[in-house]
């Protein structure tokens, strides 16, 4: 019997983990790290003390799915709705490749895995212009594992509603010299965190230089005092950087001159030099 349901409740996800579970985990722990108290009360204060979660949860004998966004987001109605919309043309899709993959297994004749889908929204950034949401997905579709991808959008509050959330990177002007102005800083971070990463797991004790290329990465974008944009976000899933025992990695880049300028003047009042 399939169920289906919006409700209340919220989880979160952006770590490259092998369960959904872990995944909830994992990037719980990442917020509670990357918030001040000072950021913990700016997310409270823009969101109605009644406001709750989306949620929607399919489950039958073919395939699980569950897609999530925040309070945040279901408290702004235009968005809401966007959501809802996304949740179920994602839904429609994972439904058909389900169905597709159990007709096959039936007809010759191995074991089906139920297919699962887990999607969640997350806060990146609430200024009082922006909120900037991360998605992850989690998926399993019948191999040794499951895997990971991300995406990333940006509502603007001062903007037209009726034309959805953007891409976070349509708010700057030219997007390969964004990456050229961000690339550096970002790799050495991305390095940096790679040794401790693999040194902490035991996965070797040299690893390839590796630095991925802007099309390779979700892009998503960041705030260190709740009033203005003033990061970029950068995530790279499973299999960009390193093997898939090394997970995702998601880095932040603070925002410097060069990357700054390149915001589109309608957007620029929301942005500003990292703290």
């Known amino acids: 019997m399939i169920r289906w349901m919006v409700v209340a409740g919220v989880a979160v996800c952006l770590a490259a983990c092998s369960t959904p579970e872990e995944m909830d985990q994992s990037i719980t722990d990442q917020v509670g790290e990357g918030l001040t108290e000072t950021g913990r009360e700016t997310l409270e204060r823009r969101v109605p003390v009644n406001a709750e979660a989306g949620e929607v949860l399919i489950e039958s004998d073919t395939y699980e799915f569950a897609y999530r ?23 429609a899709e994972f439904e058909a490749s389900a169905v597709e993959a159990e007709a096959d297994a039936a007809q010759f004749g191995y074991d089906y895995r139920r297919y699962a889908s887990q999607w969640t929204w997350e ?12 998605g992850s997905r989690y998926f ?18 001062e903007g037209d509603a009726s034309k959805g959330p953007l891409e976070p990177l349509a708010v700057f ?8 102005a961000a690339s550096k800083p970002y790799c050495i971070a991305l ?10 797991a035991g996965l070797g004790d040299a690893i390839e230089d590796i630095c991925p290329e802007l099309s390779e990465l979700t892009i998503s974008l960041g705030t260190s005092n709740g009033r203005t944009i003033d990061r970029l976000v950068m995530i790279a899933a499973p299999y960009v950087v390193g093997p898939y025992a090394e997970g995702s990695y998601s880095i932040e880049v603070p925002m410097n001159a060069e990357m700054l300028a ?9 942005f500003s030099l990292a703290d």
Request: no cysteine; aromatic share 8%; hydrophobic share 40%.
């Open 191 to 200: 390095g940096k965190v790679r040794i401790e990463r693999i040194s902490e």
């Open 123 to 134: 806060v990146a950034a609430d200024t009082p212009r922006f909120l900037a949401l991360t």
């Open 69 to 91: 966004w925040p309070r945040q987001a279901a408290a702004i109605p235009a968005l809401d709705s966007a959501l809802k919309t996304m949740a179920e043309r994602t839904r």
């Open 173 to 180: 002007s030219d997007v390969p010299a964004l990456y050229a």
């Open 262 to 270: 390149l915001v589109k003047p309608r957007y620029r009042a929301g």
């Open 140 to 157: 399993y579709t019948g191999g040794a594992h499951g895997n990971s991808t991300f995406d990333a959008i940006l509502w603007d509050r």
